[in-house]
């Protein structure tokens, strides 16, 4: 069956980090508030909306790091179900 999980995870390893980032920021069942947040962010900041992060003072290539690793923990975890 072809879900929104396994879309976002194909999307992931077929290296479309921000079409995959897209699908995961809205996913609320095993990802923590933060890191909700974080790939929120991720995906603002991909979409062009990096200057403003910049302004406030983020670090837009860390949080972009960082999502990729939840991401990245995220399929795991999955894979190991």
Avoid: P, W
């Avoid at 897209?22 to 508030?33: D, E, N, W």
């Avoid at 200057?51 to 995220?74: G, H, M, N, P, R």
């Amino acid at each position: 069956m072809i879900t929104k999980t396994s879309i976002a995870i194909d999307k992931f390893r077929s290296g479309d980090f921000k079409g995959s980032l897209a699908l995961f920021q809205k996913f609320k069942i095993g990802i923590s508030k933060d890191d909700q947040s974080c790939l929120r962010i991720a995906h603002e900041i991909l979409a062009g909306q990096s200057l403003f992060y910049k302004q406030l003072s983020y670090d837009v290539d860390q949080i972009v790091d960082d999502a990729e690793i939840i991401i990245t923990k995220y399929v795991n975890d999955y894979d190991n179900r």
